[in-house]
């Protein structure tokens, strides 16, 4: 099957004054890159402008990203106060984000607390495990464990405690653990037609403080139709 693209309308999974938690196909770019394709941000401002009949340009501060082979939830912010206080818990490490992936191997034997440096090179935009003092080298840290096993491949959970660029896809692939598609990292290849749009990440879950109120936003996303397990 083939990965859904962002042709049409966003899946709104949450929506609120405040926030809008849309689901991002895998193969479509969070905000806009220099491939110039049609972005969730574009997407999801197009449906609140529609929606809401608004004038002009539409407001959404973008406070995380997904990498654009991953599909799952993605939070905007719908207002400048909601935006800084949504980016301060991102950078603050007080968001909580829960993702599945299929990898090539058994996973880990028991949960596990992965610590390591990263480094990205923003030439190849590729990230690689450096030694601790490393200039430019930066903490990744994630909680990961095999919910089931089939065969050659596992169906993880993994709970990242920082946002580093790559981090799940560079982590797991160290230890003997590369995503299912993620060719980049050493992942087993997807069929020809579905190679290269889509890894086997999926951002499952999100959870967030409110920006305005004394709650939390808890918003999960369903598993694409071509999940791998």
Wanted: proline share 10%; with cysteine.
């Amino acid at each position: 099957m083939s990965a859904r693209t962002a042709g049409g309308p966003p899946v709104v999974l949450y929506e609120d004054n405040h926030c809008l938690c849309v689901e991002k196909p895998a193969g479509t770019p969070t905000a806009g890159d220099d491939s110039g394709d049609r972005s969730l941000l574009d997407a999801a401002k197009d449906y609140i402008k529609e929606k809401y009949k608004k004038p002009g340009d539409v407001y959404l501060g973008l406070v995380h990203r997904l990498d654009r082979p991953v599909s799952g939830v993605v939070l905007f912010a719908r207002t400048s106060k909601a935006a800084a206080r949504l980016s301060e818990q991102f950078r603050g490490r007080r968001a909580k984000k829960t993702y599945l992936a299929v990898v090539a191997g058994p996973g880990p034997a028991e949960p596990t607390l992965c610590r390591d440096f990263l480094k990205k090179d923003r030439v190849k935009n590729r990230s690689r495990v450096v030694p601790d003092g490393t200039p430019d080298g930066a903490e990744a840290v994630l909680d990961c464990r095999t919910l089931k096993r089939h065969g050659d491949r596992a169906l993880l959970e993994i709970r990242p405690e920082t946002g580093r660029p790559h981090q799940i896809r560079v982590q797991l692939a160290v230890r003997g653990w590369p995503i299912v598609g993620d060719v980049k990292y050493g992942g087993p290849p997807l069929p020809a037609e579905e190679g290269g749009r889509w890894i086997a990440l999926h951002a499952a879950r999100l959870e967030v403080g409110h920006p305005t109120r004394d709650d939390v936003v808890s918003t999960e996303c369903p598993l694409p139709p071509y999940w791998p397990f």
